[in-house]
């Protein structure tokens, strides 16, 4: 499955490129310790550092980032970007502009302020029968917005920029959002949908249920050893 990025071309020395999730997992989780005290087991327990799906689900698919400094005042967003006037006409500037408050009407997540868009600067072409599944990146609560999910058929919407809203949701928040910061997580999905098959157990399904979770019970690591699959890392 190949994803194509394409930018305009008095940009392309100016723009960060979109890069491997698993290039980017965020210092807490560096940070954190494989074990902790749990007072309810009065014991040490393993954290989600050592929990394969956390993190694989964080390191999976492809960062989006933010192309320049911003400058965050309690709600104001000022940057200084020199970059040349783009060759493509209709083609944005500004690493950001925002969405009015009624397209949110009645949404759980309205703040009752206007929503932020973070403009593309590059488009993104996949194969036929693929969609682009865009969201948050994953379990990264600590910054400061929150992007809105969505999917893009972009087998075939390829030639616009994909812009990505987000709700801010730390008002009081005073500083900087670097440049790079991953603001948006993508995936490829494929578009076909599955069939749902509903069976009970047989015997042998229940004897392998009572087998996998006696093992997972008995010992650590026994999915990370035994059933997660290796990773291809991405080609650039």
């Known amino acids: 499955m190949r994803m194509t990025f394409r930018c305009d071309p008095r940009l392309a020395d100016h723009l960060p ?4 999730a698993r290039t980017a997992l965020p210092d807490w989780l560096r940070a954190m310790p494989a074990k902790a005290h749990s007072d309810i087991h009065d014991r040490e327990i393993r ?13 999976h698919g492809v960062m989006i980032p ?13 940057w ?8 493509t006409e209709g083609h944005p500037r500004a690493p950001l502009s925002f969405h009015p408050v009624a397209q949110f009407a009645g949404a759980p997540f309205a703040n009752g302020q206007a929503a932020l868009k973070f403009n593309s600067f590059w488009t993104i072409e996949l194969e036929p029968g693929w969609s682009l599944f865009a969201t948050h990146p994953v379990n990264r609560d600590e910054l400061p ?7 893009v058929d972009a087998d075939r919407f390829h030639d616009g920029g ?14 900087v959002l670097p440049k790079g910061t991953p603001v948006v997580q993508c995936f490829a999905v494929p578009r076909a949908a599955p069939e749902l098959v ?9 004897e392998a249920y009572s087998k996998v979770v006696g093992e997972v019970l008995a010992a650590p690591n026994v999915y990370r050893k035994h059933f997660r699959a290796k990773r291809g890392r991405l080609v650039t």
């Open 145 to 151: 917005f929150r992007l809105i999910s969505g999917l």
């Open 198 to 206: 509903f069976e009970a157990f047989d015997d042998a399904h229940r």
């Open 17 to 20: 490129r979109p890069f491997p």
């Open 80 to 87: 200084d970007w020199d970059i040349p006037e783009p060759a």
């Open 47 to 59: 954290t989600v550092k050592q929990c394969p799906p956390f993190v694989d689900a964080m390191a």
């Open 162 to 175: 994909i812009n990505f809203p987000a709700v801010w949701t730390q008002p009081d928040f005073a500083g």
């Open 66 to 78: 933010l192309p320049c400094d911003v400058r965050v005042e309690r709600g104001a967003f000022a």
